[in-house]
């Protein structure tokens, strides 16, 4: 059976006999795009007791069975097994184990410490014996695998929490003290020993989980969901490793997070940049990735079917195998809209699913970092993955992303980001090709990376100054034009830069008469380890896509991944691109056209010459037309692009 299509459904649809019912017909009508059913069991953000825990697991096996019936696989999902925040306290859990507290030692009478071993004991392990007695087929890990529900933010810090983290590595911190070491921008090393200590404390409560589970039935496939994890030390592969006993049975895995309605259309951009990185480092032996896409209230009014389903489609370009839908409003008519949809893209889901089976993303590597977090300066209000937002823009441009080291044909790097990569990683990055901002390239230099940068940080510019283009391969037909940022508007601040010997400058800063007021805004130096660096010191990642800077941007990745990038949008168009590997190994590409209109004369470079095929997202298929050459690639004519629609390209068989 295939496995790219779940449906999660509350108890709003089969905890009544006559809405279970209807929900039957419901699934029949849907059989050629919904595959598996996952029950909520509990259906409650809070432990419930055991007692309310057995009830409900009773009905759900009977529903269970009939689903089944029907030709579907069933199974269940454990919404709380630590707690997301409180919610209905009459059937809620109320014991003695320790709560989650918070920094300033508040408690969430929602959550409970993953650490605690009384609760892990008492609690977690008969919860998932009753689940697994249920006999699902598959047990689903909410993402209460976290301490991001209110009021817990940073981690648990709870006496016991405390005093195992001084005694893991040696320490006398109160939770005061602890507190006001973790906000010193500078003590990095404590911070990913926190970072750490946290994931250790998940990775328990998965254990204990997997392990009940598998005791009794080890034919259960265990799945866990996952959103940006900075606080929990995003140690993915650690996780898997508990929920798989070390790679013993193959498990699934669900990214999530955000992008409960369509109103803001870059909520959309900003999740499917997230889930790769979910994706990204996961062992092999999670052989499916479902993607979270959850319209929670579920009202019809907050996401569209359309965007419903192309939100499928966007999470499969990102690195999932398949779709959890999460999105059941309480009319079934209104359901069927969205479903008719999601029927009618199946086939193209599906497609991508195949091709893209074992693939990986290519492009440029924003230089995210598990360990994010510890870089920020304000660790307790800070983003860990910000300063990987600096390839944003770039995307803009038609340039793909990469989110795996390795798989990368060139880098970006911003601000404070060197300061969580090993020597080793840096080395790599500085082995290659690499993108950076002024602060990215001190930090490097003190660092001791100085002599592989070829630039220094010089003064912060004031003024409202212009980037002009100097006489350089890269700026070919574009000479003495400007960007003009406005410095009192624009994001983050400029630079100028001081190069070294052997560094080339691209571009100056000139005042609005045309005289020069630094000699080096940009520039380009190839170092002793073969890499290519550029560094840039005016507004570095902001305004960079006006015709002139797109073109000598596009030029500047070329040039760094010394031509090896696989691909971009060769014209001045607005286009997401997806970049993967095949199962077989070969190059495959999704065209997203994210825009509300018609796209005409749009081209795309591949860097290998060949002949290609073209499918829309209704599986209509035509071959691509090769109109010239550049950086040694071929350059393709698309075809008529319909807003907001997708295309497959693939090598023709």
């Known amino acids: 059976m295939r496995k790219l299509s779940t449906l999660r459904v509350s108890r709003n649809h089969w905890f009544k006999k006559e809405d279970f019912e209807a929900f039957k017909k419901f699934l029949c009508e849907y059989k050629d795009s919904i595959d598996r059913v996952s029950l909520f069991c509990p259906d409650c953000h809070t432990p419930v007791t055991l007692k309310t825990a057995e009830e409900t697991a009773a009905l759900v096996k009977e529903r269970m069975s009939e689903i089944r019936r029907l030709g579907f696989s069933a199974g269940i999902n454990v919404l709380a097994t630590i707690g997301h925040h409180p919610q209905y306290p009459d059937k809620c859990l109320h014991s003695h184990y320790r709560h989650m507290t918070n920094k300033n030692g508040e408690i969430c009478v929602g959550s409970y410490c993953p650490s605690d071993e009384d609760y892990i004991d ?6 998932y014996r009753i689940v697994a007695l249920a006999e699902p087929e598959f047990i689903w890990i909410d993402d209460d695998m976290r301490y991001g529900h209110y009021p817990i933010g940073y981690g648990c810090f709870c006496d016991g929490c405390v005093e195992k983290f001084n005694r893991d590595y040696g320490f006398s911190c109160s939770r005061k003290t602890l507190v006001s070491s973790l906000a010193d921008e500078n003590n990095i090393d404590l911070r990913r020993k926190w970072l750490h200590h946290q994931s250790e404390k998940i990775r328990g409560v998965l254990s204990a989980a997997a392990d009940t589970v598998y005791s009794i039935n080890n034919s259960i496939k265990m799945g866990l969901m996952t959103g940006e994890r900075y606080f929990e030390g995003f140690e993915f592969e650690s996780w898997a490793q508990a929920l798989s006993q070390n790679g013993r049975y193959n498990i699934m895995w669900r990214p999530g997070g955000g992008n409960y309605n369509d109103l803001d259309s870059r909520e959309a951009v900003e999740k499917q940049i997230q889930t790769g990185r979910q994706c990204a480092g996961l062992p092999e032996y999670v052989d499916e990735i479902c993607y979270e896409l959850e319209s929670c209230p579920y009202s019809p009014l907050k996401k569209s079917p359309v965007s419903t389903a192309n939100e499928g489609i966007l999470s499969i370009c990102s690195g999932c195998s398949g779709v959890a839908w999460n999105v059941m409003p309480k009319r079934l008519s209104d359901a069927e809209n969205i479903f008719n949809a999601i029927r009618s893209k ?11 089976k074992n693939g990986k993303n290519l492009g440029v590597y924003d230089g995210w970092h598990p360990q994010a977090q510890a870089a920020v300066p304000d660790f307790f209000s800070d983003y860990g993955g910000r ?6 823009e770039i995307d803009l441009l038609g340039i793909p992303r990469s989110y795996n080291l390795h798989k990368a044909s060139a880098f970006v790097l911003q601000g404070r980001q060197p300061l969580v990569f090993s020597d080793e990683e840096i080395r790599y990055i500085l082995s290659h090709g690499v993108y950076m901002d002024a602060d990215a390239a ?3 230099c003190k660092m001791g990376f100085g002599k592989y940068i070829g630039f ?26 400007s960007r003009t940022c406005f410095s009192v508007f624009a994001k983050g601040k400029s630079y100028a830069l001081i190069p070294e010997k052997g560094a080339a400058v691209i571009s100056n800063i000139q005042d609005v008469d045309r005289n020069v007021k630094y000699p080096c805004a940009m520039g380009c130096f190839e170092n002793e380890l073969g890499g290519r660096v550029a560094v840039c010191g005016y507004f570095p990642w902001t305004d960079l896509s006006d015709y002139d800077k ?3 941007m596009k030029r500047l990745f070329l040039y760094l991944s010394n031509n090896a990038l696989e691909a971009n949008i060769h014209s001045y168009h607005r286009l997401k691109l997806f970049v993967r590997e095949t199962d077989g190994g070969k190059f495959a590409a999704v065209v997203y056209n994210c825009n509300p209109d018609t796209i005409e004369n749009a081209e795309i470079r ?9 499918a829309d997202d209704h599986m209509k298929k035509s071959a691509l037309k090769q109109i010239g050459n550049d950086s040694g690639g071929g350059v393709y004519l698309l075809p008529e ?12 068989e």
């Open 122 to 127: 008492g609690y977690v392990k008969p919860l």
């Open 606 to 614: 591949i860097r290998d010459n060949g002949e290609y095929i073209i």
């Open 550 to 552: 797109a073109l000598q």
């Open 456 to 481: 220094k940080k010089g003064d912060e510019t004031v003024d409202d100054l212009s980037e002009v283009c100097l006489n350089h391969p890269l700026n070919k037909g574009i000479e003495g034009e």
């Open 442 to 444: 001190d930090i490097l």
């Open 346 to 356: 199946t086939p193209f889901m599906e497609l991508l699913s195949e091709k893209f």
């Open 387 to 392: 300063y990987a937002e600096g390839m944003d």
């Open 641 to 652: 692009l319909k807003p907001n629609a997708f295309y497959y390209i693939a090598i023709k």
